[in-house]
């Protein structure tokens, strides 16, 4: 079901055409999406357990790691951009929001800093836990709130000081314990939400936007200025960033906050908490032990 134009923050067809366009030289600029795959496929080693059907939900960052770690016969990879499926036999051009899958078809469902940018978080998250199987298990990654926030101060600051205003430059994230909540909410059994920040150093404003470009993170919020943004207020803005962020070196840090979430789609073998009230022992017990 598409999301109502009233409540879309992002704009999806742009992202579309990001992701397209940034296809041909993404491996420039794949650095965190490699490091995530690599981070997804050492948790899978830790499950002990094979997944024969697999879902990729987003083709950036390979698949290679992830098959041998799964022990997986059957990968579907999918993404929005057909241009970063390349010559992928099972790859399938789909978006996020609206997975074309019938309920209980894998086992396991991968994301790789893909989730982020939809609309209906809460509504993807159910879909994945719906196409798992019983006791078939999830592990994503996405960008959280603390994500650039370099970039977003300085360009709120450049925007400030030229227009007397502030408009939607960089995309709003969600926080962990939001995304705990929402795991829940979606219905995953055992949810686990971790958090990793990985810090970047650039020479300049201009180097860091033109590697968010070439990993298809260009601006995609529906309610941005639609007109082109002047070389004055990157100008400003970097500016601003250098004045309040750089080392002495002279460079400056890019700030992205990873968050993982795990969840399983439940099952009667699984673990249960206990019912409230049925503890043997108290606290005041526990204490005096």
Not at 94 to 110: G, I, K, R, S
Not at 177 to 196: E, K, N, T
């Amino acid at each position: 079901m598409a999301v109502p134009t009233e409540i879309a923050i992002f704009d999806r067809a742009q992202i579309a055409r990001n992701r397209q366009r940034a296809a041909a030289r993404f491996s420039s600029h794949d650095f965190l999406f490699r490091r995530v795959v690599s981070d997804i496929s050492e948790r899978l080693l830790d499950v002990r357990r094979n997944f024969p059907a697999v879902l990729q939900i987003g083709a950036r960052g390979g698949s290679a790691e992830i098959l041998k770690a799964a022990k997986c016969s059957r990968l579907t990879t999918m993404d929005i951009a057909p241009a970063l499926l390349g010559q992928n036999d099972n790859g399938i051009c789909a978006d996020e929001e609206n997975l074309p899958f019938a309920p209980q078809t894998f086992d396991l469902a991968v994301s790789a800093l893909g989730l982020h940018a939809v609309n209906d978080l809460p509504g993807a998250l159910v879909q994945i836990r719906r196409v798992l199987v019983p006791d078939g298990l999830f592990i994503g990654a996405l960008f959280g709130g603390e994500t650039l926030k370099e970039l977003r101060a300085s360009l709120m600051q450049a925007e400030l000081n030229i227009r007397g205003g502030i408009g939607p430059r960089v995309a709003p994230m969600a926080d962990r314990l939001a995304l705990a909540g929402l795991m829940q909410r979606a219905g995953f059994a055992l949810p686990v939400v971790d958090m990793d920040t990985v810090t970047v150093m650039y020479r300049d404003i201009f180097h860091l936007m033109s590697d968010l470009r070439g990993m298809g993170e260009a601006n995609a919020v529906s309610a941005k200025q639609k007109t082109m943004t002047g070389r004055k207020m990157f100008l400003e803005a970097g500016r601003i960033y250098q004045e309040q962020f750089a080392d002495t070196d002279g460079k400056i840090p890019a700030t992205f906050e990873i968050i993982y979430l795990n969840g399983w789609s439940p099952h009667e073998s699984q673990q249960k908490p206990l019912a409230r009230g049925s503890a043997k022992l108290s606290l005041t017990e526990a204490l005096e032990c």
